[in-house]
């Protein structure tokens, strides 16, 4: 999921001082990077694996699963609304204190700073699918083999590319604000306070050690671990397969079964099609979360200028002819 050539600029570079996460300077910094990031992404997933037998074995406690599901759909939720759809593509504008909020709930995703991320998916929208692009799965070629390493790498392998996305080109907008700058710095407490706050609940809750050490598996490792999976599967999975219902100029699928837990956003041939669309899911059937929520800060007063998908605009973005039935709203 990731930003589009609509929203990016050619932007001369502003006076403000890089971020650090910007200009890590010499090869130390940058293998200390790489090793923190392969632990970030070890770590949980092996708890992730050792999730089912664990559940199967000793069982899981309500408590749990509500951190668990409450984390889970806080960070979706602040990387879908907020770092893809405002913060990337601007599909509506916030109130400063939901902008503050979404960039917050985003952090708490643990998928990187806030500006690294915006910068990176704004340039897999310039060159999507095509040379250029940091993750498309079809880097390597179109044979068998070719797509499976593609499939690797747009899924993970990207994430240690030694080339890093110049974020004062991609991002200057988001660099200029001292308060999402201060967010997007702030990265590491973010991560500390998604991963703290589970065991916090769970120690308090129960009054042990043991319901602390349960809750941070389930409700932070085990949490991490599917919500970073569900994201990159967006990259891989939804550029390799599923139905191509719009015209885009890569090769974006909607995958079905991945849309409640991506709060919408695998709803993707849409969002390429029109990237600043606040909706993904238009057609009939499409559950989109996110559009959900947003409409509801948009009536509250919270969100305002969105731009919703409107029939004349998909009609000349469909595959073979009009859209039936596609509302103004949601």
Known sequence: MTAGPETV???????????????????????????????????????????????????????????????????????????????????????????????????????????????????????????????SPWRFGETVPALMKGLWWAHIGWMFDEEQTPQHKYAPDLIKDPAIRTVSRQFVLWTAVSLLFPPLVGGLATWSWQGALSAFFWGSLVRVALLHHVTWSINSICHAVGKRPFKSRDRSGNVWWLAVLSCGESWHNLHHADPTCARHGVLKGQLDSSARLIRWFEKVGWAYDVRWPQASRLDARREGGAVPGVPPGV
């Open 9 to 135: 600029e050619e932007s001369p570079i502003p006076a403000d001082a890089p971020l650090p996460s910007a200009t890590l300077g010499g090869d130390s910094k940058r293998s200390l990077e790489q090793i923190t990031l392969l632990l970030f992404i070890t770590v949980p997933f092996v708890a992730l694996l050792a999730a089912v037998p664990l559940a199967w074995g000793w069982g899981v406690s309500w408590l749990d699963l509500g951190l668990m599901t409450a984390m889970y759909f806080i960070g979706c939720h602040g990387i879908t609304i907020g770092f893809h759809r405002y913060f990337t593509h601007g599909a509506f504008k916030a109130r400063r204190p939901l902008r503050i909020a979404l960039a917050v709930m985003g952090s708490l995703a643990v998928e990187g700073p806030l500006v690294r991320w915006v910068a990176d998916h704004r340039k897999h929208h310039k060159f999507s699918d095509a040379a250029g692009d940091p993750h």
